[in-house]
């Protein structure tokens, strides 16, 4: 069936930029999502990237889709401390959305 | 301001207790979803609605069953709590596919308990 993967934490200083990476499988993929959850509340879509684009940019986002490879990229430039959530991958060609295990990511100053 | 609203942030049962979990949505959306939190496994699908008196099974049905009476309301049941139902629970609508990009808006998450 289908599956995405991500790394489980990522850890970075505030001001730098941050590199969320994601895996997936399945190659009839509509649409990829990028989620935030802050702590204590459900998921908020943050990005999505309709799969016949390559990237996408909004204000300090960038997504990058890499189709052949099935890698989907967040980069948050200019990390900030409220930037601190899980960040979940997901995609979907249907009404379902298959969603990866989660990034968290962790701000320093 | 679109909203998707569960009944309870926390919930704490003990094991064999029915429990319901509901949710409310106010986007007129067709599908609505159900999906436990637990860390290192990321969100996985118990159950899905297309439309009202409709159900799927998702990756996880064993122990939970759901009713759809109402388009806005999608209720959670576990018939029979048990410690390893102890979760985070969120809950989510979305239109139908095709209209839009898929979006799914979630709500706040119940954290259920149970002892």
């Known amino acids: 069936g289908e599956d995405v993967e991500q790394s489980l934490f990522l850890s970075v200083r505030e001001g730098d930029s941050s590199v969320i990476n994601c895996t997936y499988t399945d190659s009839s993929s509509t649409y990829l999502y990028w989620y935030k959850q802050e702590p204590g509340a459900g998921l908020q879509l943050l990005t999505y990237i309709f799969s016949n684009m390559d990237m996408k940019q909004d204000q300090r986002l960038t997504v990058l889709l890499n189709k052949k490879d099935k890698h989907l990229s967040l980069r948050i430039a200019d990390t900030q401390t409220g930037d601190s959530a899980i960040y979940f991958c997901a995609e979907s060609n249907t009404d379902k959305l298959i969603f990866g295990t989660g990034t968290r990511l962790q701000v320093f100053p | 301001d679109v909203k998707v609203t569960q009944s309870s942030r926390y919930l704490v049962k003990r094991t064999g207790e029915k429990v319901f979990l509901e949710c409310v949505q106010d986007?007129?959306?067709?599908?609505m979803f159900w999906y436990r939190q637990d860390p290192g496994l990321g969100l996985r699908l118990i159950y899905f609605s297309y439309d009202v008196k409709m159900k799927e099974k998702g990756d996880i049905p064993e122990g939970y069953s759901v009713s759809r009476e109402k388009k806005e309301r999608f209720s959670l049941i576990l018939e029979s709590a048990s410690t390893n139902q102890t979760s985070m629970y969120l809950c989510a609508s979305s239109s139908l596919s095709g209209r839009e990009n898929n979006e799914q808006f979630f709500g706040p998450g119940t954290r259920l308990t149970v002892l």
């Open positions: 986007m007129d959306h067709e599908n």
